[in-house]
């Protein structure tokens, strides 16, 4: 996001504030210590106290370090002090403070048409005059000026990006990059964190923190990609790929099917992460506590991945301790109801999220309802669209970030997910249902359709949760009755080995398509594991279900066309930082499962699937009825609390604010092993629960319940307790 756009900002925790604190000597003061739960999570934009009151906020914006190239030294100082006061008066009072810091290099042109030059940029005046006054922090000047820090391509020219607020021109400011690689901007880097840290706040949301497209190839880069294939590209792999074993000398890949481009790519995602972690390290040296998250999840072009943007989700949900993702694209992503029917949702990015960042705090950014991009918008359009925004988020493990003054219906909302926070924190999303994602398939230029699968399913009222790869291998594979893998050609055999275990200790799998034919490498497999659970060791040509131990393993063919289920959409104006649309290249973007266009021919197979999926379940899942078709329903597991939480959302709401409440949905509800419903409670109107009437019925050795909703505005909550 442009540094103009941004407001300083803070996270803030109003209640339960004996939480925050931890053990402390006797006689001192409690020591501080945030609470990163999603669950007590709110984003307010503002740190009025008022209105965060108002709004039972848990996140809003404030205050923190000054940049060192805008400061005297002396005017550093006093703001720090500042910082430290401000910071220290929210702790008092309960609050998590956290701070926007940006990695871009800033600068102004002759013009804001002339080309920028690279002796623009702000930081260059710094670092020639005023290195001097903050070597404390940044350690002795650098031989090499900022000029030789930024991301470049190949000709040694630098992106850049220029901010106008929505409807103006821009003016003659610009955004560059340094690149994670150079050990000077790393240095300078830590030091912006440092100085973070030392204000006391609990973290920061790190912008700009990608590569930008077509970069960088700046001789560290080249060094470090080079390192990076010999520690994770066995000789032996890169010759029967590439023809090459020995990696120095090598061209660096510039564009799709030149050698090394998937590498290239995952090398990014990597590189982004680790200058992640490594700022993260540094700040806890001041603050053990601090928490970091960046902000390369957009949902403009690809969506799930920014692909040479080194948007990795999977790599950033190792390290960051939060997520900050600016998926939604103004309105035109924004859940709802269209004109014509069609129903906007982007439940799959919202549960991939979710998995990627194993359940950590989501922050959502933003869906821009304001003019001129939406016209006067009335109140109630504003009441309604906020609420949608911030239902389909906390269904699905995350935060909606109000863009401008949260109108009434986001406070009735706030006041009501705070009034349940007690059950809420310690949640995490729940099914016996999981979707395979992998973003490993989209780096090596195949096709998947985890998100266009999940959408699928969601259309069916069919509770599920994503798990990623790295899932595969953590050993809990049990807690689900069901993994579908909708077509993911590249998996190891370790991983499938995993797969195979899995049901052979009584799980069930659907597999679609011609899952695994490759290793990890995009090479084909001499063997395919999961194929070696039917006769003769390969893939059948017909639908098969076939037991294999104590669990089942169903394959259902899938014929890719030549035209790979490819979505056609025009670009909306120029391809921005997050990445192109990708439509012409994947099938899976948001243009096909949020706003429902999958390709025909796709969606018969993912239909067709969802069918074979209830079958093999028998009934045994969680779901809201067919009759229900703008709702949508997850389900969350409090183990410490010892409840289920049901969420239901009806996207019933159209742009003029028009809400028509769900009547009478069906709900079912399978509860975990061992558990029985011992009693519940709903409201779907945003007020007190009411105790909730249910039938129970023994499935196995799984309890199983139903119930009737009552109306469902725009966000339905059930608690069932479990003993």
Request: hydrophobic fraction near 40%.
């Amino acid at each position: 996001m442009p540094i103009k756009q941004k407001i300083l900002f803070t996270l803030t925790l109003g209640a339960a504030v004996s939480l925050l604190w931890a053990c402390s000597k006797p006689g001192e003061a409690p020591a501080w210590k945030p609470l990163a739960d999603w669950g007590h999570w709110i984003l307010g934009h503002r740190s009025n106290p008022e209105f965060l009151e108002k709004n039972h906020m848990t996140v809003t914006f404030g205050s923190g370090a000054p940049n060192f190239e805008t400061v005297t030294r002396a005017q550093f100082d006093s703001l720090m002090n500042a910082a430290k006061v401000f910071n220290q008066r929210y702790h008092e009072q309960g609050y998590i403070v956290l701070r926007y810091l940006s990695t871009s290099l800033n600068g102004d042109s002759e013009t804001r048409t002339s080309e920028p030059q690279k002796n623009q940029i702000h930081l260059l005046k710094f670092y020639n005059e005023h290195w001097q006054n903050f070597e404390d922090y940044l350690g002795p000047k650098p031989a090499a000026d900022p000029t030789f820090w930024m991301m470049v391509h190949p000709d040694g020219s630098f992106p850049y990006y220029r901010y106008a607020p929505y409807g103006q021109e821009t003016d003659e400011g610009f955004e560059a990059w340094g690149c994670p690689d150079n050990p000077d901007y790393l240095r300078y880097m830590e030091g912006k964190v440092r100085a973070q840290a030392e204000t006391g706040i609990d973290g920061s949301y790190v912008d700009w923190t990608h590569v930008a497209g077509g970069t960088c190839y700046c001789d560290y880069t080249r060094q470090n990609f080079i390192q990076y294939l010999k520690k994770y590209l066995p000789p032996e792999v890169g010759q029967a790929k590439y023809g090459r074993s020995d990696y120095e000398g090598i061209e660096l890949p510039q564009k799709r099917g030149d050698k090394f481009w998937m590498e290239w790519i995952t090398y990014r995602g990597q590189a982004v992460a680790e200058f992640h972690q490594r700022l993260r390290t540094v700040a806890r040296k001041y603050n053990p506590d601090f928490m970091i998250s960046g902000n390369v999840f957009g949902g403009f072009g690809y969506g799930p991945i920014a692909y040479d943007a080194a948007g990795n989700m999977e790599m950033l949900g190792k390290v960051d301790d939060f997520i900050y993702s600016e998926m939604q694209e103004y309105l035109d992503s924004a859940p709802r109801k269209r004109e014509d029917g069609v129903k906007v949702t982007n439940s799959p990015a919202l549960k991939f999220l979710a998995s990627a960042s194993h359940g950590k705090p989501t922050i959502i950014y933003a869906t821009e309802i304001t003019p001129p991009i939406f016209p006067d918008p009335t109140e109630k359009c504003l009441s309604a669209m906020a609420q949608i925004n911030i239902a389909e988020a906390a269904a699905n493990h995350a935060i909606f970030r109000e863009k401008r003054e949260t109108p009434p219906g986001a406070t009735e909302i706030y006041a009501f997910l705070a009034q349940n926070r007690e059950n809420m924190v310690g949640a995490q999303l729940y099914s016996n249902v999981a979707v395979l994602a992998s973003l490993n398939q989209y780096l090596a230029d195949e096709i998947s359709f985890a998100f266009s699968a999940s959408r699928v399913l969601a259309d069916r009222g069919v509770s599920h949760v994503m798990i990623v790869e790295d899932d595969l291998l953590s050993g809990d594979l049990n807690r689900f009755d069901l993994i579908y893998l909708p077509y993911l050609p590249l998996l190891s055999r370790e991983k499938q080995q995993a797969l195979v275990k899995y049901a052979q200790n009584g799980g069930k799998l659907l597999i679609l398509g011609e899952s695994g034919f490759k290793s990890e490498f995009n090479l084909p497999h001499s063997e395919i594991v999961l194929a070696a659970m039917f006769d003769g060791g390969v893939y059948p040509a017909q639908v098969t279900e076939k037991a294999t131990g104590n669990g089942v393993v169903t394959f259902m063919p899938l014929a890719i066309p030549p035209a790979k289920f490819l979505v056609p959409v025009e670009s909306k104006g120029d391809v921005t930082t997050f990445g192109p649309a990708m439509a012409e290249v994947f099938p899976d973007i948001p243009e096909g499962y949020t706003r429902n266009r999958i390709d025909p021919h796709l969606r018969g197979y993912l239909e067709q699937a969802a069918d074979k999926l209830t079958e093999m379940l028998s009934g045994n899942m969680t779901r809201v009825n067919a009759n229900s078709p703008y709702v949508e329903m997850t389900a969350m597991w409090n183990k410490e609390k010892n409840v289920l939480l049901v969420h239901l959302v009806n996207y019933d709401v159209t742009v003029a604010g028009d809400v028509a409440p769900a009547q009478n949905a069906a709900v079912e509800v399978l509860l975990p092993q061992g558990k029985r419903a011992k009693s519940a409670a709903y409201s779907g109107v945003l007020s007190e629960m009411k105790p909730l009437e249910f039938t129970s019925e023994k499935r196995g050795s799984r309890e199983k319940i139903a119930f009737t909703a009552g109306a469902v505005n725009v966000y339905g909550l059930a608690v069932v307790e479990l003993e």
